[in-house]
């Protein structure tokens, strides 16, 4: 029986990697899910207010985590950060070191903890060269900082933090069981929170690394794998409404 399903955002709720459009029909079978009495996680690097946001104007009532892990949102005015460091410093120092590859997220005026970079569109094809070259100098400078690149932004995430550990405390709070969920994710990024679940699940156009590790890889991609997969959450735990 799962109890809870935590869901990344971009490339898996939309209609694919390249896109921020939502998947409308995977928004009204995460609903359907809830409506069954699972608790629906949404799990992002997105800043907080952004996955709120999502959430309630979606129409879900779940945890919400974001920041790379860094803060979770449970409902009113309860917000709990997992990390009391920051990576505003060594966000900057790169801002000014590789200004001439990456620029700050819109998102980063809205940070506490995780900040995120975009690389020039100039140099998209060599952004895995540019991400390790950053990785490298901000590891190697702030021992407390560590650097993940989820095809969509290079993030800079206290160590002591991440979505794995966000989903954990949120299961520990509602008293959720491993072998009672689920992790759906694109990105070799999200295997930080989905190795904490029991059934581990990459959309059909996830990364490759990704791929790999999970135990179960959709048949469809983004979005429309998320739709497949609620099925069977839905099917298995024998819910008809």
Not at 15 to 25: K, Q, T, V
Not at 32 to 38: I, M, P, Q, S
Not at 175 to 181: R, S
Request: with cysteine; glycine share 8%.
């Amino acid at each position: 029986m799962i109890r809870l399903a935590a869901f990344d955002i971009d490339g898996t709720l939309t209609i694919n990697r390249s896109s921020s459009i939502l998947c409308l029909e995977a928004v009204e079978a995460l609903r359907k899910l809830e409506r069954n009495g699972v608790i629906v996680v949404l799990v992002s690097s997105n800043a907080l207010p952004v996955v709120v946001g999502l959430k309630k104007y979606i129409g879900l009532s779940g945890p919400a985590i974001g920041e790379t892990g860094a803060l979770i949102y449970y409902g009113g005015e309860e917000i709990v950060a997992t990390t009391k460091y920051s990576a505003k410093q060594a966000y900057l120092d790169v801002l000014e070191k590789y200004k001439e590859y990456v620029y700050g997220s819109w998102q980063n005026m809205f940070r506490l903890h995780d900040y995120a970079l975009r690389i020039r569109k100039q140099y998209l094809s060599r952004d895995n060269e540019i991400y390790s070259s950053i990785k490298e100098y901000v590891e190697n400078k702030y021992p407390h900082i560590k650097v993940g690149y989820s095809g969509y932004a290079i993030h800079l995430t206290p160590k002591d933090t991440g979505k794995g550990k966000a989903l954990k405390q949120i299961m520990e709070k509602h008293g959720i069981k491993q072998e009672e969920t689920i992790g759906v994710g694109d990105s070799i990024m999200d295997w930080e929170f989905i190795k904490e679940t029991k059934i581990k699940v990459a959309v059909a156009n996830a990364d490759p690394e990704l791929r790999k590790k999970a135990d179960i890889v959709t048949t469809k991609p983004s979005g429309y794998g998320v739709i497949e997969i609620i099925g069977k959450i839905l099917a298995n735990n024998k819910f008809t409404r």
